[in-house]
């Protein structure tokens, strides 16, 4: 296993636009999540799933947003109508609940999708 | 929302000096982990610090917990040019809005010059 990939790295696209980020987590991990940052700032959470359940979504995850794991596996990021203030890295982690059961929740990130709105 | 506040923003050293960084959280947790992140890059787990522990060490690395305040550091000694990174801590929230996912800090940007 190679970890956690994301695809693609870079993506320029326009205003308005619909863009699609892509993830496979590491195979034995159930939790996926989704995190967006931006420059000179901390990764800020948007979702996550447990399977393929989604768990949870932030506030910051407009109606614009919607993201999918099907069967538990990969997950994607769907962002519709791109705005400029969509541009940002978009990072992917995963990680296993057995961890997190015994209070150690680390997550293994992706090496991020950036993209940029113009 | 941001859960950590890191203190300094930025730290400039040179190399063979220690380096310290400060983090600061409002919620009660269950533990507390610090990242690196290379330019451009995703972020790597360092270590972690249970809750109900006070200090740990892993190589360089140095991280001390003090759940009172509300409060952690991360000491990276004999510091070389290639800890040159963003070093962020995560914490892992033991109930509330923030269960269940790690909330990151804005990150200390550490240069070691050779």
């Known amino acids: 296993d190679t970890g956690v990939s994301q695809d693609p790295r870079h993506k320029i696209t326009k205003r308005g636009q619909n863009v699609t980020f892509r993830c496979d987590p590491i195979?034995?991990?159930?939790?996926l999540y989704w995190y967006r940052q931006t420059l000179g700032q901390g990764p800020e959470f948007l979702t996550y799933f447990q399977n393929e359940a989604q768990l949870e979504k932030s506030r910051l995850l407009s109606d614009r947003f919607s993201a999918e794991r099907p069967k538990g596996s990969f997950s994607t990021l769907e962002i519709q109508r791109t705005e400029q203030g969509d541009s940002a890295m978009y990072l992917c982690?995963?990680?296993?609940?057995?961890?997190?059961?015994?209070?150690?929740?680390?997550?293994?990130f992706g090496a991020g999708s950036r993209l940029t709105v113009l | 929302s941001q859960q950590g506040e890191e203190d300094p923003q930025a730290l400039s050293i040179q190399e063979g000096e220690n380096a310290t960084m400060n983090c600061s959280y409002k919620?009660?947790?269950?533990?507390l982990q610090w990242y690196r992140q290379n330019s451009g890059r995703g972020l790597v787990h360092l270590i972690l610090i249970r809750s109900n522990e006070r200090e740990k060490h892993s190589g360089r690395l140095r991280v001390t917990l003090d759940t009172s305040k509300k409060s952690s550091s991360l000491l990276i000694t004999a510091s070389r040019a290639a800890d040159t990174a963003s070093y962020f801590c995560?914490?892992?929230?033991?109930?509330?809005?923030?269960?269940?996912?790690?909330?990151f800090g804005q990150g200390t940007i550490l240069t070691v010059h050779p």
């Open positions: 919620t009660s947790i269950n533990n």
């Open positions: 995560a914490t892992d929230a033991r109930w509330g809005t923030s269960y269940g996912k790690l909330t």
């Open positions: 195979s034995e991990h159930n939790r």
């Open positions: 982690a995963s990680s296993i609940t057995s961890d997190s059961a015994r209070g150690a929740n680390v997550l293994t």
